[in-house]
């Protein structure tokens, strides 16, 4: 296989290992927002029963630990794929 295929076909693995990975660690949170407060996620800023309080607190907690998950699976998926490609 071409080393032009080779890192074509690993971008494409890293994009999607990454946007899998974000995804759970989303729904993970969105488990653990429920168990902590007993309520669903805030999906809309606008529904009447949604304090702003409520939505910053999403939107902070949801930026902040996709963000870092993103980045760390990047990381991690990365050096595993050049230890890979050194074979």
Same mark, same amino acid.
């Given at each position: 296989?071409?080393?032009? /295929?080779?890192?074509?076909?690993?971008?494409?693995?890293?994009?999607?290992?990454?946007?899998?990975?974000?995804?759970?660690?989303?729904?993970?949170?969105?488990?653990?927002?429920?168990?902590?407060?007993?309520?669903?996620?805030?999906?809309?800023?606008?529904?009447?029963?949604?304090?702003?309080?409520?939505?910053?607190?999403?939107?902070?907690?949801?930026?902040?630990?996709?963000?870092?998950?993103?980045?760390?699976? /990047?990381?991690?998926?990365?050096?595993?794929? /050049?230890?890979?490609?050194?074979?």
């Amino acid at each position: 296989m071409k080393n032009k /295929d080779k890192k074509f076909i690993q971008s494409l693995a890293l994009s999607g290992l990454t946007m899998a990975g974000g995804f759970l660690v989303r729904k993970a949170l969105e488990k653990s927002w429920e168990k902590a407060t007993g309520k669903t996620p805030p999906t809309s800023p606008y529904r009447a029963e949604t304090s702003l309080k409520e939505v910053m607190a999403w939107a902070v907690a949801t930026g902040i630990l996709v963000s870092v998950s993103k980045v760390f699976m /990047d990381w991690t998926f990365s050096a595993g794929a /050049d230890r890979l490609s050194e074979r």
